[in-house]
């Protein structure tokens, strides 16, 4: 079965610094990776994905991901941290050898103070 | 472009009573997808179509859950009886979805927040 956790409910940072959102998985196959964002009451938001090829895979808003399969992870990442990147982010694995059905992490806090 | 549309946008319900959740997903879309989002934790995936046939639906309540897809197009998620545990934001999501080997991005709707008391 596959899975993907992210080991971190909260992470605080402080406006202008480096962020990093972690997260691992699990999948049988070659895995898709995702990364969504998401604000108060508001549904979720794509970020990134990784597909193949390279594997630092860059993204909306400034945000970048890297894929290191010995590590089975993918990491989300931003050099310089802003006030309104502050939000709920979630990370996605997609096992496309099980009918391309989608798991997601239980989320991470993102408050990035000013 | 219009995003995908999800009504009621809030829904209270006594427990045993029933509910429906209708999601209008973006135009030309072939993938639909429920998920349930408990708080505090990440979208579970309900239930997958293409088109209007199901391609997933293991983690379905089918004792008390039910979803169709007619004509391709929207859909409707219906529970009944509710349950006090089926508290929770429901998410309709779409894709391009070509197949299963698609790595397309899913758009999300902006949920229907369901309290049942």
């Known amino acids: 079965a596959q899975s993907v956790a992210q080991p971190e409910d909260q992470v605080n940072v402080a406006e202008g610094n480096p962020l990093t959102v972690k997260c691992t998985y699990s999948v049988s196959g070659n895995p898709y990776l995702f990364w969504y964002v998401q604000y108060p009451n508001r549904g979720l938001q794509f970020l990134l994905k990784?597909?193949?090829?390279?594997?630092l895979v860059k993204g909306s808003y400034g945000f970048e991901a890297e894929f290191n399969k010995s590590q089975t992870s993918f990491h989300l990442k931003k050099p310089s941290a802003l006030v309104s990147d502050s939000a709920l982010y979630f990370c996605a694995v997609r096992d496309y050898t099980n009918a391309g059905k989608s798991t997601f992490g239980d989320g991470t806090t993102l408050t990035v103070k000013p | 472009e219009a995003g995908v549309a999800q009504s009621p946008r809030y829904k209270i319900i006594e427990k045993r009573q029933s509910v429906a959740f209708w999601c209008n997903p973006i135009?030309?879309?072939?993938?639909l997808y429920w998920y349930q989002q408990i708080l505090g934790q990440g979208p579970k995936l309900l239930i997958q179509f293409q088109n209007n046939g199901v391609v997933d639906d293991s983690q379905l309540p089918k004792d008390r859950f039910s979803a169709e897809r007619l004509k391709g197009v929207d859909s409707t998620l219906k529970i009944q009886p509710a349950k006090l545990e089926d508290s929770a934001v429901y998410l309709c999501?779409?894709?391009?979805?070509?197949?299963?080997?698609?790595?397309?991005?899913?758009?999300f709707g902006p949920g229907t927040r369901l309290t049942v008391l």
């Open positions: 135009s030309g879309h072939a993938t």
């Open positions: 999501a779409s894709s391009l979805g070509v197949g299963r080997e698609s790595a397309d991005t899913q758009y």
């Open positions: 990784y597909i193949t090829g390279d594997n």
